[in-house]
């Protein structure tokens, strides 16, 4: 959807269109309500709506649980305080059998709640995925279903992720270390969300921010072949997965 710029009022009532400036006013007002609201209807009409969506409501679902999770912990404590430290610290799946043994009925029935949570965030996660293959089809081939979703939900769309260069791809995710960086000078960062790909995070130290800049150039560049043309483009991803891969010295692996 372009933005519309009206023409000014002076040439306006030099047109001779109108009677008067009231009349223009009242027309231009309806032309800003209908320009409007079809703004909002290509905004939510898109491809990547509701793939949004269901990108935010994962994130949420991970706040609430990692919540839930210290909530529930602090709340088994009091019922066992004999509970180590280095227990407290673990991971609630392993506490959840603990916690179902416990004699407070509430505890465990919020332990069951808390499962119930991360087996919905689970099923979110693979529709996610699935969705962001057909949405996004290069972008998911480059780093995976979920990985992609991801960049493009804080991109804020599958549009503006398209208009972005690879320096900008590459620290999507950690705006609050470049604000830094830009406000103190503290260390730039190297990477964003493209960090939780194995093929940047399991890169050797070395070679880990070559291979950052290179996948996240790729990845502005798939995401224009996801707006444009919406088919996976086989001749890019393996030119694509080639030169990554040569930079990481591994094998493709998009999990």
């Known amino acids: 959807m372009q933005a519309f710029s009206p023409l000014t009022e002076d040439l306006i009532m030099q047109s001779g269109v109108f009677p ?4 223009y006013i009242r ?15 290509d905004a939510v009409s898109g491809r990547d709506a509701e793939l949004l969506q269901m990108v935010r409501t994962l994130d949420q679902m991970d706040e609430a649980i990692n919540l839930l999770s210290e909530r529930v912990i602090e709340w088994y404590l009091v019922t066992n305080p004999s509970f180590s430290q280095k227990g407290r610290k673990g991971s609630i799946k392993r506490v959840l059998p603990r916690i179902r043994r416990t ?3 509430p505890l465990r029935g919020m332990a069951d709640q808390l499962e ?7 099923a979110l996660a693979a529709d996610v995925s699935r969705l962001a293959g057909r949405v996004i089809p290069n972008t998911s081939e480059l780093v995976g279903g979920l990985v992609a979703a991801r960049i493009m939900a804080r991109a804020g769309g599958l549009r503006k992720l398209a208009s972005m260069p690879g320096s900008s791809v590459q620290v999507i995710g950690a705006e609050a270390a470049l604000f830094s960086h830009i406000r103190i000078g503290s260390p730039s960062p190297k990477h964003g969300i493209i960090f939780q790909h194995r093929r940047v995070h399991n ?3 070395g070679v880990r921010g070559r291979v ?4 996240a150039a790729k990845i502005a560049i798939a995401a224009r072949i ?4 919406g088919e996976p483009d086989e001749a890019f991803l393996r030119d694509a997965n080639g030169r ?11 999990n």
């Open 20 to 23: 008067d400036r009231k009349e």
């Open 27 to 41: 027309r231009l007002r309806e032309v800003m309500f209908h320009h409007a609201a079809l703004v909002l209807a």
């Open 103 to 105: 004699r407070s009925r």
């Open 116 to 122: 119930g949570l991360a087996a919905a965030r689970t």
């Open 203 to 205: 890169a050797q130290k």
């Open 212 to 215: 950052a800049r290179l996948l």
């Open 226 to 229: 996801d707006f444009f043309r």
């Open 244 to 254: 990554i891969d040569l930079a990481a010295g591994g094998s493709h692996d998009q």
